[in-house]
């Protein structure tokens, strides 16, 4: 367990967290030297993308009042708030400055990868990493699929009086991506992740079909 404040936030990284980022990576087989480094580089990549995208909920969140942390586990992390104002408007706003301020610093990595190509090879796939990964996750979080801020986004905007038709947008989502991953790619990670998106989307709905 790994803990820390940053601008008076206290952050928890747990163990899963770093090793879930080492298999994303696709740098599990270490035959070298600039193996190991690359593997290294991308966790480091991972877990500043990861950490500003925190920061972005956890910063909002303390702006309306609230109190913060940030937790970074397995497959990303969450900032957890609470106190202050739980209006509509200031959740989509806490819910929508993740993604992006991450995408911001996807834009700061992209404008500077040429300046660092001069630094060497290491150092240019390090910016590379940072810029693929900040789009992606941002990107990726931005579908409509419960608990991502997609889904929480699509939620308070269509308020809890139509929680099923957010939960039914989250399943419909989850499910086809989890059959176009497993059609074209190789990985089992987002079918897997998907999948179970699906399946916890599924059983909220169960639990709200008597409303």
Known sequence: MFEFKIFN??????????????????????????????????????????????????LSARHFGHRVHIVLQAFGGYAAYQGGSHARKNTFLITAAGPAIQIALGLVALAFAKQFDGFGPQISYFVGVLYVISFFWAIFNLLPILPMDGGRMLETILGPRNIKATLIVSIATATILCLLSLTFSKSFIIPIFMGYLAYQSFKALQQNSWR
């Open 9 to 58: 936030i206290p952050v928890r990284v747990e163990p899963w967290f770093w090793i879930t980022l080492a298999f994303v990576s696709g740098q599990l087989t270490l035959n070298s030297k600039e193996g190991l480094i690359r593997l290294l580089l991308f966790i480091l990549a991972g877990f500043i993308s990861i950490l500003v995208h925190e920061l972005g909920h956890a």
